[in-house]
């Protein structure tokens, strides 16, 4: 069997579990972000007429995570937000991160971080890129309101399709100023938008095994721009390292891995020893480029920031980079932590000072100009160069602007040119 | 028989039928009024009531990809509309399912604006240039969920189920 498949055998309490398979996993997290008000009103018409009382099936397995529009940007916002907050004390939920300097972020970010996913567990989320935990090993995927309202009635994922696996092998070290934002940047280009639709990207090799937590996430919040249900990297010693030190994990930690003649549909490798720093360029994630094609081009806004990029290791490459200088006249540079706790790591370091003396904004974490509902919206015709996930029309908030997608030493190479610039040569 | 009023490319995401701006609206009752924001003049003719009930928005491949936002869903299914595309993005696919928004799968369909679309058990019978597509049945993982009329009264069974 395949690591999905493992996962989803155990969780559904089969011996085993085969690509095609129609299994009903019990859920071991459940996430969601603003959307929860929705959740919430699907879950109340679950109930109606029922008879029974409106109760989710475990409030300890329930994570809801502000952070899409932190502070809220309107009184509609702040009402939804108002409602799930009076919803999570009435049902006891404890994993709930309200707009907070201490614990609040991004929920891709604050999972991880507080240690609410472990490997071989089964989580499910509101917001398509729950693809990210899978660098933890773990099956987890993106739903949509209803189907969640579905999983806090009945705990299970119902008539879930084991979906077929992609096995990625990749090998070699990555060249100074390419890193996992490139690679998978350049797997999605040649995959396509669609080429991993309804499948899993299983991660493997040396490189995967060399690389940190961190890029892992990266890699596998963009599983999702290749169509994938998930991307996963099997737990190991990094896995484990990882919630043991940074997020506080303590009893045991189960690995699971593919079994030896486990069948895959198609295997991919890439060496990244020759990798180029890659660039998505609007309006499509797949249209990805080798940096060279794109070099000159004027940038408007630089983001850094995000569930793909806004990690510490992200903010110090960028801070490096941007040590001493300043952000070219004519561009903007945002700078939106992950969490709470990375933006305070990054304050102790120094970086966030280093970011600003340079120039840059610095942001609150959440999902800031990402999805174009909060601040950051580009004026018509302008270009963003950002390290976020999206660069579909309309995405940073006007139809009328282009996203290009970068790593985040591209973005900080950019920011003190005003133009797309090799970070090789900066 | 319905008509073709939108005819769209590949790869159209959840951000172009409701863009996010618009997230902080969840009612199906308000969602609508947002489906195409961006498409000035095809959502100015769907607020108007210009289409007949059950026209057809034809897309091609990756329908729906992005954001898991369910409003793309609902904002449709509030205009009364049935999508059929090439290919569609698994979790689009899957709130359509869930919602009982009306979607076919139809890998080869060709198909422009105005043409007539009848839609059998089976297949896609394009009546304006007299050609036909075979369909792609939906998962069957999918079908009693299809069955019970979406996934609320789904659920609401085998809650009910449980308790008995």
């Given at each position: 069997?395949?690591?999905?498949?493992?996962?989803?055998?155990?969780?559904?309490?089969?011996?085993?579990?085969?690509?095609?398979?129609?299994?009903?996993?019990?859920?071991?997290?459940?996430?969601?972000?603003?959307?929860?008000?929705?959740?919430?009103?699907?879950?109340?018409?679950?109930?109606?007429?029922?008879?029974?009382?409106?109760?989710?099936?475990?409030?300890?397995?329930?994570?809801?995570?502000?952070?899409?529009?932190?502070?809220?940007?309107?009184?509609?916002?702040?009402?939804?937000?108002?409602?799930?907050?009076?919803?999570?004390?009435?049902?006891?939920?404890?994993?709930?991160?309200?707009?907070?300097?201490?614990?609040?972020?991004?929920c891709h970010q604050i999972l991880p971080e507080f240690g609410y996913v472990r490997p071989g567990s089964v989580v499910v989320g509101t917001d398509?890129?729950?693809?990210?935990?899978?660098?933890?090993?773990?099956?987890?995927?993106?739903?949509?309101?209803?189907?969640?309202?579905?999983?806090?009635?009945?705990?299970?994922?119902?008539?879930?399709?084991?979906?077929?696996?992609?096995?990625?092998?990749?090998?070699?070290?990555?060249?100074?100023?390419?890193?996992?934002?490139?690679?998978?940047?350049?797997?999605?280009?040649?995959?396509?938008?669609?080429?991993?639709?309804?499948?899993?990207?299983?991660?493997?090799?040396?490189?995967?095994?060399?690389?940190?937590?961190?890029?892992?996430?990266?890699?596998?919040?963009?599983?999702?721009?290749?169509?994938?249900?998930?991307?996963?990297?099997?737990?190991?010693?990094?896995?484990?390292?990882?919630?043991?030190?940074?997020?506080?994990?303590?009893?045991?930690?189960?690995?699971?891995?593919?079994?030896?003649?486990?069948?895959?549909?198609?295997?991919?490798?890439?060496?990244?020893?020759?990798?180029?720093?890659?660039?998505?360029?609007?309006?499509?994630?797949?249209?990805?480029?080798?940096?060279?094609?794109?070099?000159?081009?004027?940038?408007?806004?630089?983001?850094?920031?995000?569930?793909?990029?806004?990690?510490?290791?992200?903010?110090?490459?960028?801070?490096?980079?941007?040590?001493?200088?300043?952000?070219?006249?004519?561009?903007?540079?945002?700078?939106?932590?992950?969490?709470?706790?990375?933006?305070?790591?990054?304050?102790?370091?120094?970086?966030?000072?280093?970011?600003?003396?340079?120039?840059?904004?610095?942001?609150?974490?959440?999902?800031?100009?990402?999805?174009?509902?909060?601040?950051?919206?580009?004026?018509?015709?302008?270009?963003?160069?950002?390290?976020?996930?999206?660069?579909?029309?309309?995405?940073?908030?006007?139809?009328?602007?282009?996203?290009?997608?970068?790593?985040?030493?591209?973005?900080?190479?950019?920011?003190?040119?005003?133009?797309?610039?090799?970070?090789?040569?900066? | 028989?319905?008509?073709?009023?939108?005819?769209?490319?590949?790869?159209?995401?959840?951000?172009?039928?409701?863009?996010?701006?618009?997230?902080?609206?969840?009612?199906?009752?308000?969602?609508?009024?947002?489906?195409?924001?961006?498409?000035?003049?095809?959502?100015?003719?769907?607020?108007?009531?210009?289409?007949?009930?059950?026209?057809?928005?034809?897309?091609?491949?990756?329908?729906?990809?992005?954001?898991?936002?369910?409003?793309?869903?609902?904002?449709?299914?509030?205009?009364?509309?049935?999508?059929?595309?090439?290919?569609?993005?698994?979790?689009?696919?899957?709130?359509?399912?869930?919602?009982?928004?009306?979607?076919?799968?139809?890998?080869?369909?060709?198909?422009?604006?105005?043409?007539?679309?009848?839609?059998?058990?089976?297949?896609?019978?394009?009546?304006?240039?007299?050609?036909?597509?075979?369909?792609?049945?939906?998962?069957?993982?999918?079908?009693?969920?299809?069955?019970?009329?979406?996934?609320?009264?789904?659920?609401?069974?085998?809650?009910?189920?449980?308790?008995?």
């Amino acid at each position: 069997m395949t690591v999905v498949e493992k996962i989803l055998a155990r969780a559904s309490g089969l011996p085993s579990v085969r690509a095609g398979d129609v299994v009903e996993p019990r859920v071991d997290l459940a996430m969601s972000h603003e959307n929860a008000a929705l959740v919430i009103n699907q879950f109340q018409e679950v109930f109606e007429g029922t008879g029974l009382d409106a109760k989710v099936w475990d409030p300890s397995k329930i994570a809801i995570i502000f952070d899409h529009r932190v502070p809220a940007e309107s009184p509609k916002t702040a009402t939804n937000q108002k409602k799930i907050r009076e919803f999570v004390a009435a049902h006891g939920i404890t994993k709930f991160h309200d707009v907070r300097g201490d614990v609040g972020g991004i929920c891709h970010q604050i999972l991880p971080e507080f240690g609410y996913v472990r490997p071989g567990s089964v989580v499910v989320g509101t917001d398509s890129h729950t693809t990210s935990h899978g660098a933890l090993g773990a099956f987890s995927f993106g739903v949509g309101a209803t189907e969640m309202a579905s999983a806090w009635a009945l705990g299970i994922a119902v008539n879930v399709e084991a979906p077929a696996t992609i096995r990625v092998e990749v090998k070699g070290a990555f060249p100074p100023m390419v890193g996992p934002k490139d690679l998978i940047l350049y797997l999605i280009g040649q995959l396509t938008a669609q080429g991993a639709n309804f499948k899993v990207l299983e991660f493997h090799g040396e490189t995967i095994r060399n690389m940190s937590t961190s890029g892992r996430l990266a890699i596998c919040n963009m599983s999702v721009e290749a169509g994938a249900t998930s991307g996963i990297v099997p737990g190991d010693e990094e896995t484990i390292r990882y919630l043991r030190e940074e997020a506080g994990v303590v009893g045991g930690i189960d690995c699971v891995g593919p079994d030896a003649d486990a069948q895959y549909v198609r295997t991919v490798e890439v060496d990244v020893s020759a990798l180029v720093p890659q660039i998505a360029c609007p309006h499509a994630v797949d249209n990805v480029k080798p940096i060279d094609q794109v070099l000159g081009t004027r940038v408007h806004q630089i983001v850094i920031g995000s569930c793909t990029n806004g990690r510490l290791d992200d903010l110090a490459d960028a801070a490096a980079l941007l040590r001493g200088k300043k952000v070219a006249q004519g561009t903007r540079m945002l700078v939106f932590p992950a969490s709470s706790r990375i933006f305070g790591q990054a304050l102790d370091k120094g970086y966030i000072h280093d970011l600003m003396k340079a120039g840059a904004v610095v942001m609150n974490s959440g999902c800031g100009p990402c999805l174009g509902v909060h601040e950051g919206a580009l004026g018509d015709g302008e270009t963003a160069l950002s390290t976020t996930n999206r660069n579909f029309k309309g995405r940073m908030g006007n139809p009328t602007g282009f996203v290009y997608l970068c790593s985040p030493v591209v973005a900080a190479a950019s920011a003190l040119t005003g133009v797309i610039t090799d970070p090789r040569k900066a | 028989m319905a008509k073709v009023i939108l005819k769209l490319e590949n790869d159209i995401s959840t951000d172009d039928i409701y863009p996010g701006r618009f997230m902080a609206t969840v009612l199906p009752t308000e969602t609508p009024q947002f489906a195409f924001f961006d498409r000035t003049d095809f959502n100015a003719k769907l607020r108007a009531g210009a289409f007949a009930p059950d026209s057809i928005i034809v897309g091609g491949e990756n329908f729906g990809c992005g954001s898991s936002r369910e409003q793309a869903c609902s904002t449709l299914k509030g205009h009364r509309v049935a999508v059929v595309a090439r290919s569609i993005a698994r979790i689009f696919l899957q709130n359509s399912i869930n919602l009982g928004l009306p979607v076919v799968i139809c890998p080869g369909l060709e198909a422009g604006e105005g043409d007539e679309l009848e839609i059998t058990a089976n297949q896609v019978l394009n009546r304006t240039t007299g050609r036909a597509f075979d369909q792609v049945q939906l998962p069957a993982a999918r079908k009693g969920i299809m069955d019970a009329g979406g996934l609320i009264p789904y659920t609401q069974a085998r809650l009910m189920a449980r308790r008995s």
